[in-house]
T-cell receptor, first 114, second 113 residues
Framework: NAGVTQTPKFRVLKTGQSMTLLCAQD?????MYWYRQDPGMGLRLIHY???????AKGEVPDGYNVSRLKKQNFLLGLESAAPSQTSVYFC?????????????FGDGTRLSIL | KQEVTQIPAALSVPEGENLVLNCSFT??????LQWFRQDPGKGLTSLLL?????REQTSGRLNASLDKSSGRSTLYIAASQPGDSATYLC????????????FGAGTRLAVHP
């Protein structure tokens, strides 16, 4: 089972460039999330989606946009990359809103902004 | 505002020891708590999820407990092995539903032969 797949795995950008990170899940999950992880810190929520066509802001949404046009895909966009966005980005999915449902994570995208 | 703290930040133990990792949270109005494992350069693997109605969950050599009233959870690892070396993270839901998680910074565990 593929689970949650993130592409690309690594990327280096120059300040001001734009790019899109792709997250795909094959578990038919309703909920999807984007987090970032910085050294010495826990993961922080950027945006999330509770179903196809829906998106909402998390803790640190500034500088990012998201889209969920298809249930299985959740895209994270950086319109104008800044060095402060250098981080490891993780996507996660969850089946539904029942209390016993865990989140399943991808392997991450390591992004460096020069 | 919910805050999650994990102590210790790092731990190094010889193989075979039983050990306890700690997680504390400031807002006790949670409906679950999740423990994850993260290997270097990898994503997070869910280890245990404890619902607020439960006091503990077990999986193999792992046992997680939850005390909502004191804002604490512990992850107990029995008979530690070098393969247990990883970073362990705990997370609780933010307010507002949809299981948006807030994480602790993690405990980096090294088990040496």
């Amino acid at each position: 089972n593929a689970g949650v797949t993130q592409t690309p795995k690594f990327r280096v950008l120059k300040t001001g460039q734009s790019m899109t990170l792709l997250c795909a899940q094959d578990m038919n999950h309703e909920y999807m999330y984007w987090y970032r992880q910085d050294p010495g810190m826990g993961l922080r929520l950027i945006h999330y989606s509770v179903g196809e066509g829906t998106t909402a802001k998390g803790e640190v949404p500034d500088g990012y946009n998201v889209s969920r046009l298809k249930k299985q895909n959740f895209l994270l966009g950086l319109e104008s990359a800044a060095p402060s966005q250098t981080s490891v980005y993780f996507c996660a999915s969850r089946g539904d809103n029942r209390f016993d449902q865990p989140q399943h994570f991808g392997d991450g995208t390591r992004l460096s902004i020069l | 505002k919910q805050e999650v703290t994990q102590i210790p930040a790092a731990l190094s133990v010889p193989e075979g020891e039983n050990l306890v990792l700690n997680c504390s949270f400031t807002d006790s109005a949670i409906y679950n708590l999740q423990w994850f494992r993260q290997d270097p350069g990898k994503g997070l693997t869910s280890l245990l999820l404890i619902q607020s109605s439960q006091r503990e969950q077990t999986s193999g050599r792992l046992n997680a407990s939850l005390d909502k009233s004191s804002g604490r959870s512990t992850l107990y690892i029995a008979a530690s092995q070098p393969g247990d070396s990883a970073t362990y993270l705990c997370a609780v839901p933010l307010s507002g539903g949809y299981n948006k998680l807030i994480f602790g910074a993690g405990t980096r565990l090294a088990v040496h032969p």
